[in-house]
Structure formats: structure tokens, C-alpha cells
């Protein structure tokens, strides 16, 4: 079964960055499309941003388009999100997940493999 490993997150003050990897192991993610997805304490499970399996097609929630870039190394069999401009809104819990299906979606029904999340708190 597909795992996936998230790591990056931390504490940051606004208007600062972070990067977010998303890795897996035994199977190449390459062949999947991946999902970033956050919660914060309270709030329901919110879709950030995708790249499809090819890495053709990318999409952004509203809230982080413009901040945020999504981008997958096949080589180092990695997904990342790269996270600027970080306002105090976007503290919660990040998560990758991953699907077979080849389109982008930010629906996190639609995602069958999840990673155990890395937190992001962005506070002064």
C-alpha cells in the first residue's frame, strides 16, 4: 500500500515561507495525483492545491493562489508545496494525499492514500 510521508512544517512568522515535502516510498508517485489539504482546529478538511500525475495540471484554492506553488521532482520521487506570504489564516495541519485517477481535484473524497500530516503555525 501506497505510503506517503509528509515533513517541512513548522513555526513562522507572517509573511514568511515554508516548503512542505510530500515522499513516498516503494511506489513511484509519478503514477498518482497528488493532493495537498489542510485543517485547522474547529474547520472541516479544506483541498490547497494538486498536481496531476503527469504534472500537467495544477490547482489552487483561492485562498493560497498567487502564494502558493505545487510541483513534483519524479526523480526524487517527491511532491512539494512551496508556501509564501504565510498570513496567520493558514495555520493548520497539512496533508498530501494521493490518487490513481490522472485529473487534479481538491475534493478530498476522491483521495484514497493520505500521509499523517506535518503542522504549520504561523504566529509572531
Known amino acids: 500500500q501506497l505510503q506517503l510521508v509528509e515533513s517541512g512544517g513548522g513555526l513562522v512568522q507572517p509573511g514568511g515561507s515554508l516548503r512542505l515535502s510530500c515522499a513516498a516510498s516503494r511506489f513511484r508517485l509519478n503514477d498518482y495525483t497528488i493532493g495537498w489539504f489542510r485543517q485547522a482546529p474547529g474547520k472541516e478538511r479544506e483541498g490547497v492545491s494538486c498536481?496531476?500525475?503527469?504534472?500537467?495540471?495544477?490547482n489552487y484554492a483561492g485562498s493560497v493562489k498567487g502564494r502558493f506553488t505545487i510541483s513534483r521532482d519524479n526523480a526524487k520521487n517527491t511532491v512539494y508545496l512551496q508556501m509564501n506570504s504565510l498570513k496567520p489564516e493558514d495555520t493548520a495541519v497539512y496533508y498530501c494525499?494521493?490518487?490513481?485517477?490522472?485529473?487534479?481535484?481538491?475534493?478530498?473524497?476522491?483521495?484514497?492514500?493520505w500521509g499523517q500530516g506535518t503542522q504549520v503555525t504561523v504566529s509572531s
Open positions: 498536481i496531476s500525475s503527469n504534472g500537467g495540471s495544477t
Open positions: 494525499a494521493a490518487r490513481m485517477t490522472p485529473t487534479c481535484s481538491l475534493a478530498a473524497d476522491l483521495y484514497r492514500y
